[in-house]
Nanobody, 122 residues
Framework: QVQLVESGGGLVQAGASLRLSCAASGRTFGSYVMGWLRQISGKEREFVAAISWNGGRTFYADSVKGRFTISRDNAKNAVYLQMNSLKAGDTAVYYC???????????????WGQGTQVTVSS
């Protein structure tokens, strides 16, 4: 099992940047594919980005491609989401997620954090 705790959310203006962090417990962090998901109020949870076990492979939703970057540090049991050029439409609760196999569906991850709110004002 793995426990996930997100941080770094907040209120920013459109065009600004924000970096989310996710701290994972356990000594097997490197055996999980890590992802970021988000849920906009009133809508279904959606996939944002994923990174492979050693960070060699990443995948992004079209809506964030070129603006967001996912990365991980296995020595620190951490995964990050650098968000640039934020838009009002990025406002959502962002969740860190983990799965032992490569998945890119919003509901395919086995483990979730509690989420962190990101609000982008226009």
């Amino acid at each position: 099992q793995v426990q996930l705790v997100e941080s770094g959310g907040g209120l920013v203006q459109a065009g600004a940047s924000l970096r989310l962090s996710c701290a994972a417990s356990g000594r097997t962090f490197g055996s999980y594919v890590m992802g970021w998901l988000r849920q906009i109020s009133g809508k279904e949870r959606e996939f944002v980005a994923a990174i492979s076990w050693n960070g060699g492979r990443t995948f992004y939703a079209d809506s964030v491609k070129g603006r967001f970057t996912i990365s991980r540090d296995n020595a620190k049991n951490a995964v990050y989401l650098q968000m640039n050029s934020l838009k009002a439409g990025d406002t959502a609760v962002y969740y860190c997620a983990a799965n032992p196999t490569w998945v890119t569906g919003a509901y395919e991850y086995d483990y979730w954090g509690q989420g962190t709110q990101v609000t982008v004002s226009s």
